[in-house]
């Protein structure tokens, strides 16, 4: 299987400052996730997290503000090299 | 070691199709990353992600707009108590 594990951690103090302040904007947002992470599309508009993906910045988020590294892997079944080829682009 | 691994996937062809406008906008973003992914802090403030959670939301928009489940997962140490509860509230 292609290996498309993403490993990251924050690796200054600056970074980890940003990620504590990404974790309590998270924290407040825990009710209306649809209000609070959103991405700006290339026309400018404002394009909502779907919830798993929120689930996943949300806890990636605490961990790396806490020092840690994460690592973010596919768990179910095996990729085409299409498939890898269009992920890893 | 307390179980810290979140999984997650897409449930529904609307989140799919959700997750695929996402992964757009993230593509497009490549170049410029601070511009494309913010939240929203409690003062209606715009708070950009930092570099390893802009990384970690690209990939997994990517894989879980393929239908994959994913999974994240803290990788190098062990987590105290303390930590452990502040992960998990």
Do not use: C, W, Y
């Not at 996943?56 to 790396?64: S, T």
């Not at 590294?69 to 090299?81: F, G, I, N």
Request: glycine share 2%.
């Amino acid at each position: 299987m292609l290996e498309l594990r993403q490993t990251v951690e924050a690796t200054t103090d600056q970074e980890k400052k940003a990620l504590q302040h990404v974790q309590e904007a998270l924290s407040h947002a825990a009710v209306r996730p649809e209000a609070a992470a959103f991405l700006i599309g290339p026309r400018e508009e404002r394009i909502a997290l779907p919830e798993p993906l929120f689930r996943i910045l949300r806890q990636a988020a605490a961990m790396l503000s806490h020092g840690h590294r994460v690592t973010l892997a596919p768990v179910d079944k095996e990729l085409s090299t299409q498939e890898a080829a269009d992920l890893l682009n």
